[in-house]
């Protein structure tokens, strides 16, 4: 299938938690000398404008980007995210929203390498289109572009496939992005039997996979499949933003499930997401959660996470469930759900929805406007 555009969805709250997450994950990379690989196995065009075109339709930036734009208490980790938005708006309006290679080039030092892949013929042209203006760019900077050709390679063709090809990476150090369609349920399994043979070439890569949380069994049994690969450690973050609707129509939650993650990002994640939840929440079902633990085999393994210690998301969630909106996240001193003072509490967040905002589309996972038929991909 390759008539889905992202830029429909460019900027929404899903992209905010995988953007951020990304970033994060650059950040640690960097703090070794030693050079190492970007791998996007799905990556769009790489940015998007919000102002005109696809984006313009729906608006779906005003569930992320768009009530972070202006706020003035943001926590660090999530400035800096916010920062390099900006920075791709110097006019300071938000006109462009970066996709994971321009955040994976704006982090990385000259020594890396980004490998960036897309099968869509247009979004893979627009892709090597936006690396030309900012080589471009670079060099009316008088920055070396020379260095550029050799440090970002970019390709039409399957992701999937070509990360067999690029494991082990030379420098013994890579982060891959894996974040396919998701309409075609085969993409699932394609992602578990991507990482299940990379872990196998590269056991210490760090893998970041997006995913949607939506009522089909596929994604909801996703993340406890992917918790069974043979990964020494696992972290999974989880965002919902309302309370699902009863058609199961609607993007409402996403995750980020991260094998070999480093060990910096969890008491970075306890610290934003609560935020995340508060700022960008619709009514009292918006909620976050955190697992984390080492690889599971059989039903014994589900129930326990890191050291053999029963594995609860963060905010100790009362059977939670983001794609029933039957649970809801209660973080310490939080009322329980429908008692005076829940709306406000801490990781939840109860305003109503933004004037004209539309209901669900007519796909599951999509919020309402022009027919997008094809797959989901950021």
Same mark, same amino acid.
């Given at each position: 299938?390759?008539?889905?555009?992202?830029?429909?969805?460019?900027?929404?709250?899903?992209?905010?938690?995988?953007?951020?997450?990304? +970033?994060?994950?650059?950040?640690?990379?960097?703090?070794?000398?030693?050079?190492?690989?970007?791998? =996007?196995?799905?990556?769009?065009?790489?940015?998007?404008?919000?102002?005109?075109?696809?984006?313009?339709?729906?608006?779906?930036?005003?569930?992320?980007?768009?009530?972070?734009?202006?706020?003035? =208490?943001?926590?660090?980790?999530?400035?800096?995210?916010?920062?390099?938005?900006?920075?791709?708006?110097?006019?300071?309006?938000?006109?462009?929203?970066?996709?994971?290679?321009?955040?994976?080039?704006?982090?990385?030092?000259?020594? #890396?390498?980004?490998?960036?892949?897309?099968?869509?013929?247009? #979004?893979?042209?627009?892709?090597?289109?936006?690396?030309?203006?900012?080589?471009?760019?670079?060099?009316?900077?008088?920055?070396?572009?020379?260095?550029?050709?050799?440090?970002?390679?970019?390709?039409?063709?399957?992701?999937?496939?070509?990360?067999?090809?690029?494991?082990?990476?030379?420098?013994?150090?890579?982060?891959?992005?894996?974040?396919?369609? !998701?309409?075609?349920?085969?993409?699932?399994?394609?992602?578990? #039997?991507?990482?299940?043979?990379?872990?196998?070439?590269?056991?210490?890569? +760090? !893998?970041?996979?997006?995913?949607?949380?939506?009522?089909?069994?596929?994604?909801?049994?996703?993340?406890?499949?992917?918790?069974?690969?043979?990964?020494?450690?696992?972290?999974?973050?989880?965002?919902?933003?309302?309370?699902? $609707?009863? #058609?199961?129509? $609607?993007?409402?939650?996403?995750?980020?499930?991260?094998?070999?993650?480093?060990?910096?990002?969890?008491?970075?994640?306890?610290?934003?997401?609560?935020?995340?939840?508060?700022?960008?929440?619709?009514?009292?079902?918006?909620?976050?959660?955190?697992?984390? $633990?080492?690889?599971?085999?059989?039903?014994?393994?589900?129930?326990?996470?890191?050291?053999?210690?029963?594995?609860? @998301?963060?905010?100790?969630?009362?059977?939670?469930? @983001?794609?029933?909106?039957?649970?809801?996240?209660?973080?310490?001193?939080?009322?329980?759900?429908?008692? @005076? &003072?829940?709306? &406000?509490?801490?990781?939840?967040?109860?305003?109503?929805?933004?004037? &004209?905002?539309?209901?669900?589309?007519?796909?599951?996972?999509?919020?309402?406007?022009?027919?997008?038929?094809?797959?989901?991909?950021?």
């Amino acid at each position: 299938m390759l008539s889905y555009r992202h830029a429909f969805h460019a900027g929404n709250h899903a992209d905010v938690l995988k953007h951020f997450v990304q +970033i994060q994950l650059h950040e640690y990379m960097n703090q070794k000398d030693t050079a190492y690989t970007y791998i =996007d196995t799905h990556s769009g065009a790489g940015v998007y404008a919000l102002d005109a075109g696809y984006a313009s339709k729906n608006a779906e930036y005003d569930t992320g980007i768009g009530p972070l734009w202006e706020r003035k =208490d943001l926590p660090k980790p999530l400035a800096e995210y916010v920062n390099l938005v900006k920075a791709l708006n110097p006019s300071g309006k938000m006109r462009y929203y970066p996709g994971s290679p321009y955040c994976a080039d704006k982090l990385m030092r000259e020594q #890396d390498r980004l490998r960036l892949f897309e099968l869509h013929p247009a #979004d893979s042209k627009i892709l090597a289109d936006n690396f030309r203006k900012v080589e471009a760019h670079a060099a009316a900077q008088g920055e070396r572009p020379a260095a550029r050709g050799k440090r970002v390679l970019i390709e039409r063709g399957d992701g999937f496939h070509a990360l067999k090809a690029l494991l082990p990476p030379p420098s013994r150090r890579a982060l891959v992005l894996i974040d396919p369609p !998701y309409e075609d349920k085969q993409d699932y399994r394609r992602v578990r #039997d991507t990482l299940e043979d990379a872990l196998v070439r590269f056991p210490s890569g +760090i !893998y970041a996979i997006w995913y949607p949380l939506l009522q089909r069994m596929e994604s909801r049994q996703f993340a406890d499949k992917l918790k069974r690969l043979a990964a020494k450690e696992w972290l999974n973050v989880t965002l919902t933003v309302s309370t699902p $609707g009863p #058609d199961g129509f $609607g993007l409402h939650s996403s995750g980020m499930f991260i094998l070999n993650p480093p060990y910096t990002l969890e008491p970075t994640l306890r610290q934003v997401m609560p935020y995340l939840v508060q700022a960008l929440g619709k009514d009292g079902g918006a909620t976050f959660a955190i697992e984390k $633990g080492t690889q599971m085999t059989g039903s014994a393994g589900a129930r326990t996470g890191a050291n053999g210690a029963v594995r609860v @998301p963060v905010g100790k969630a009362r059977n939670a469930s @983001p794609t029933s909106g039957t649970g809801s996240l209660r973080l310490p001193g939080q009322a329980p759900a429908g008692t @005076p &003072g829940a709306a &406000g509490a801490a990781g939840s967040a109860a305003r109503p929805a933004a004037a &004209g905002r539309r209901p669900g589309s007519e796909r599951p996972g999509r919020p309402a406007g022009p027919r997008n038929t094809g797959p989901r991909r950021p």
